[in-house]
């Protein structure tokens, strides 16, 4: 079993939207859970972290953690064309971050 | 100002051929990584270093070799190039690095393409 899954997409929403990005891990050890937010022909860049179980909120966005079952959850509400990007989920522990594959995520006009 | 810098944008080359790929970051952060970016887009860690010194080095061929002249800087240096080798290479920087709530700033990547 891989370290850190996610559907590679593509996922297409209409805007305004509420989209649900999810992705599954296997190692209990992690503890800390980051988003990062990739757009075409750049570098990733942070958009949430948490830490431990629980919902974090930022504006439209939240996120989700389930450590019983090691699952994470990003939602996006009311989403725009700008959020058109792809989305890595990244859990770490204090000495590496492993990152998903990304989900492909595009919002239509 | 730009915070994670890396040069070439592009580079195209010959099978067989030795590159370097250079990164600076202006942070002044500790720790500096690359990862390389297949056509699957799976983001995957190669080195990373903390303060010049090598911490983190993946099951890399020996083809690559990172050097770190000082803390700002981070290259990476490819002999032998193959096909296998084309891929995007992101360079990132950390305050401190090992993970936790380290935030990790990257560059805009190189887009290497391997003839």
């Known amino acids: 079993q891989k370290e850190v899954e996610q559907d590679p997409g593509p996922l297409s929403v209409p805007e305004g939207a509420i989209v649900s990005l999810n992705c599954t891990y296997s190692?209990?050890?992690?503890?800390?859970f980051m988003w990062y937010r990739q757009y075409s022909r750049k570098g990733p860049e942070l958009l949430m972290y948490t830490y431990s179980s629980g919902n974090k909120e930022d504006g439209r966005f939240t996120a989700q953690v389930d450590k019983s079952s090691k699952y994470i959850s990003l939602f996006i509400r009311d989403s725009q064309p700008s959020d058109s990007a792809t989305y890595l989920c990244?859990?770490?522990?204090?000495?590496?971050?492993?990152f998903g594959k990304g989900t492909r995520l595009h919002i239509l006009p | 100002d730009t915070a994670v810098s890396q040069t070439p944008k592009y580079l195209v080359t010959q099978m067989g051929n030795d590159k370097s790929i250079k990164c600076e970051q202006n942070?002044?952060?500790?720790?500096m990584y690359w990862y390389k970016q297949d056509s699957k887009k799976f983001l995957k860690i190669m080195f990373s270093?903390?303060?010049?010194?090598?911490?983190i080095n993946e099951t890399v061929p020996n083809r690559f070799s990172p050097k770190s002249p000082d803390k700002a800087h981070l290259n990476l240096h490819i002999n032998s190039l193959e096909l296998g080798d084309s891929a995007v290479y992101f360079c990132?920087?950390?305050?401190?690095?090992?993970?936790?709530?380290?935030?990790?700033?990257f560059g805009p990547g190189t887009r290497l393409t391997v003839l």
């Open positions: 270093y903390n303060n010049k010194e090598l911490i």
């Open positions: 990132a920087s950390s305050e401190k690095g090992g993970g936790g709530l380290d935030e990790q700033f």
């Open positions: 942070l002044g952060h500790d720790t």
């Open positions: 990244a859990p770490n522990r204090d000495d590496k971050i492993i």
């Open positions: 190692n209990s050890a992690f503890q800390y």
